[in-house]
């Protein structure tokens, strides 16, 4: 089955939860209202349709390949990133002034999925080259933006982020790779970083790194660290390509997913240097990278719905044609397809509610993202960017994690054929794997949530957003009905236990904080869990009012009542887990580290 991108859905979002209308009236984004959303979806749409979604397949089955320092990617790749980048795409929400088309992120999350649901492995380069994007915009100096930004709009060239190195991990305080000033003021890079993603490739005619690395005399630890530019190819007057940079790809990974995209081994300096310029100031560069990593870490969020997406999308198309067994109910004589068997519809209504709902919460993160960073009130900028930064783990870990299920859903409505590699469901839960990983751990992303999104101002932003939470419980029953006394009952449950939580975290992060830390993915699960169910609460409110005036728009009643029956789904089969998650977290910090390491 072909990908479909859920435009409709996506629009639904970004009108009536994310409020496009409002984002629009905010500095310099008058022309983005819905019009312009619609517009640039439907482009959107036949691009990733017709152009990235038929070389998915083909990726993981022939992915790229290295040999002697050169990466070839998958045939059809370097072609179509050649229309991606004539289309505007990489330049969708950067500025004007560097040739970007100036979009608010509301639309451009939406667009982002559409490109990872089409194909993910192709869709992580201009991700990494976003992030570098963003660095550059906020730390590089007039002179760098200059040389580099345009190009990195216009999707001429890529970029890369050099994070990690086989003694490192995840833990950046262990990072050795030394850059040494020279007299005309640029450095010599040495080291070798590994798990850079399109570190090398064919689609671009030049790769700007972004690397992590020490001077001379640096502080120990994460405080030491600088963050320099390294292009694959010098860069002359005028952006003219000089000599190739003394840094190489030495090899590239063979992984369990998103074959087609290059993880490559990069050295730096074997030839006496690589030739870099520091962004910003020496020792400041891991502040600097999180720009980079915070507009991942949202983007590889973005990655999970999009994966849930196609496996949703594979999962319905092959219930709906695979006959096997009569219906329970007996209203069918014969075999049936097997969408007709209440667990298959289970399966699938459990896939279809929560990428839904994490697509929800993302599109509300967006339009957070636009006010902080537009609105013209400070003390608006400054809520929004709170309520977006508690969101970014959340919009990370959870639907990374939802994705997993999902996935792994899709495999299951296959029966045997989803563990057959033919039939194409195992590769979203293959490449869906990664998700979980890259960008920071899922606990990583937790660890976060507790130490710098709840303990740090005591719960306050957390509680704020559980107000938030409780007023639309009011509004459902306010609004009356079945479903809405429905939902507004698991909505409350989820909030409390979330307050609940809130207050045992602020409790002992710092008196007792292996009990806080053992319960903080849980926590993320259920804060993610609680933010879509809110936002899939909204969507009820918004679907039972165009269906009682009348008034459904473009949308229509059939998707109003799917949308309300979506809602449902979710508030009695996902929200439900709250309360238990709540209890094993303030119950249970004592069995995850009571046992003797010896007995492990």
């Known amino acids: 089955m072909s990908y479909l991108a859920p435009v409709k859905d996506m629009l ?20 983005a209202g819905y019009d312009t959303a619609q517009a640039v979806l439907e482009e959107c749409a036949r691009f990733n349709q017709d152009v990235l979604a038929p070389l998915n397949w083909e990726g993981d089955k022939n992915p790229s390949s290295w040999k002697d320092t050169v990466v070839t990617t998958t045939p059809g790749f370097k072609e179509a990133f050649k229309q991606y980048a004539e289309g505007g795409w990489q330049g969708l929400q ?24 089409a194909n993910m492995s192709f869709a992580l380069c201009p991700l990494l080259t976003d992030g570098a994007i963003e660095a550059l915009l906020t730390a590089g100096s007039d002179e760098l933006k200059a040389t ?3 190009k990195l709009v216009s999707g001429q060239w890529t970029g890369t982020m050099n994070l990690t190195e086989p003694q490192a991990g995840s833990d950046l305080a262990a990072v050795r790779t030394r850059a040494e000033s020279q007299p005309d003021g640029t450095y010599k890079v040495f080291g070798t970083k590994i798990y850079i993603t399109y570190g090398e490739h064919d689609m671009a005619e030049n790769i700007v790194h972004l690397v992590l690395a020490r001077v001379p005399g640096a502080p120990e630890g994460v405080k030491g660290i600088s963050l320099f530019v390294v292009p694959k190819f010098m860069v002359g007057e005028g952006g003219v390509l000089g000599e190739r940079n ?12 998103i074959k087609a995209s ?28 999180f720009i980079m990593m915070n507009a991942a870490r949202y983007a590889v969020g973005v990655q999970g719905i999009a994966i849930a997406e196609r496996a949703y999308q594979k999962a319905v198309g092959y219930a709906k044609d695979r006959v096997q067994s009569r219906p329970v109910d007996g209203s069918l004589p014969a ?14 209504m459990t896939m279809r509610a929560s990428t839904e709902g994490c697509r929800a919460l993302a599109l509300t993160a967006a339009a957070a993202y636009d006010a902080a960073h537009h609105h013209p009130d400070a003390d608006a900028r400054k809520q929004n960017a709170a309520f977006y930064e508690f969101m970014v783990p959340l919009v990370k870990g959870y639907s990374t994690e939802q994705s997993l299920e999902v996935t792994s859903m899709g495999v299951q409505v296959h029966g045997g054929m989803g563990f057959i590699e033919e039939t194409g469901a195992a590769q979203y839960y293959r490449d869906a794997k990664i998700l979980t990983i890259y960008e920071g751990t899922t606990a990583i992303q937790a660890n976060d949530l507790v130490g710098r999104k709840t303990a740090r101002d005591g719960g306050q932003t957390a509680k704020g957003i559980a107000a938030h939470v409780e007023a639309t419980e009011a509004e459902l029953l306010a609004q009356g009905g079945a479903n809405a006394a429905a939902v507004a009952a698991k909505l409350k449950a989820a909030r409390l236990a979330f307050v609940d939580v809130v207050e045992f975290i602020v409790a002992n992060t710092r008196s007792n904080p292996n009990a806080a830390f053992a319960g903080s993915v849980p926590y993320l699960m259920l804060a993610g869990n609680l933010m879509a169910g809110w936002q899939l609460a909204r969507s009820l409110l918004v679907a039972e009012a165009a269906l009682a005036s009348g008034d459904c728009g473009d949308f229509g009643p059939g998707f109003m009542q799917a949308k309300i029956t979506t809602a449902r789904f979710y508030a009695d089969h996902l929200l439900t887990r709250a309360p238990g998650v709540r209890d094993a977290i303030v119950e249970g910090a004592e069995s995850v580290t009571g046992l003797a390491l010896e007995s492990f």
Request: glycine share 14%.
């Open 262 to 289: 290059p993880t490559a081994v990069l050295q730096f300096g074997d030839h006496g240097g690589a030739v870099g310029d520091l962004v910003g100031q020496e020792n400041r560069g891991l502040e600097y990278m």
């Open 246 to 257: 003394d840094v190489f790809c030495v090899s590239i990974e063979h992984k369990l997913g």
């Open 12 to 31: 639904f979002g970004i009108k009536h939860l994310a409020d496009i209308d409002q984002v629009s009236r905010l500095p310099g984004f008058e022309d």
């Open 94 to 117: 950067h500025p004007v002034d560097f040739g970007g088309q100036g979009l608010p992120k509301t639309i451009g999350a939406a667009c982002g999925e559409m490109l990872n649901s």
């Open 335 to 348: 075999s049936a397809p097997i969408i007709h068997h209440p667990d298959v519809k289970r399966m699938l």
């Open 148 to 150: 580099y930004l345009e």
